[in-house]
């Protein structure tokens, strides 16, 4: 039986992890956590905000994921919003969710990301 969501993956071309972390940790917020030597040899980086894990893999053929996406309960979506676009980061609201206040933004490789507040 499923018990929890551990982490999601997304994906970025190489080369793109310190835009990477400006945006996961200066933007969101979050905190790098280390990859296991192993896999950080792959590339890419591990982020965590409380239980909330987003890991960034390098993919050669990268294409960014524009439907595909995590979406990211918040709190102080607006103070959130207004942090994003001051990081230069797109904010596109959506009010088709009934009950939530949401907005959709993208990370440096172009991932679509969705951020959402309930009522």
Same mark, same amino acid.
């Given at each position: 039986?499923?018990?929890?969501?551990?982490?999601?993956?997304?994906?970025?071309?190489?080369?793109? +992890?310190?835009?990477? *972390?400006?945006? @996961?940790?200066?933007?969101?917020?979050?905190? +790098? &956590?280390?990859?296991?030597?192993?896999?950080?040899? *792959?590339?890419?980086?591990?982020?965590?905000?409380? /239980?909330?894990?987003?890991?960034?893999?390098? +993919? *050669? %053929?990268?294409?960014? #994921?524009?439907?595909?996406?995590?979406?990211?309960?918040?709190?102080? &979506?607006?103070?959130?919003?207004?942090? !994003?676009?001051?990081?230069?980061?797109?904010?596109?609201?959506? %009010? %088709? !969710?009934?009950?939530?206040?949401?907005? @959709? /933004? =993208? %990370?440096? #490789?172009?991932?679509?990301? =969705?951020?959402?507040?309930?009522?």
């Amino acid at each position: 039986m499923l018990a929890a969501l551990d982490h999601v993956q997304l994906a970025a071309p190489p080369g793109t +992890e310190d835009a990477l *972390r400006a945006f @996961y940790t200066g933007a969101l917020g979050m905190t +790098e &956590i280390p990859k296991p030597p192993v896999l950080a040899a *792959r590339g890419g980086c591990w982020f965590r905000a409380g /239980s909330v894990q987003l890991h960034v893999g390098v +993919e *050669r %053929d990268f294409r960014p #994921a524009k439907k595909a996406h995590p979406g990211l309960r918040v709190t102080g &979506i607006d103070a959130l919003a207004a942090r !994003l676009t001051a990081h230069g980061a797109p904010v596109t609201w959506d %009010d %088709d !969710l009934p009950g939530h206040r949401r907005f @959709y /933004s =993208e %990370d440096p #490789a172009g991932n679509r990301l =969705e951020f959402l507040q309930p009522h």
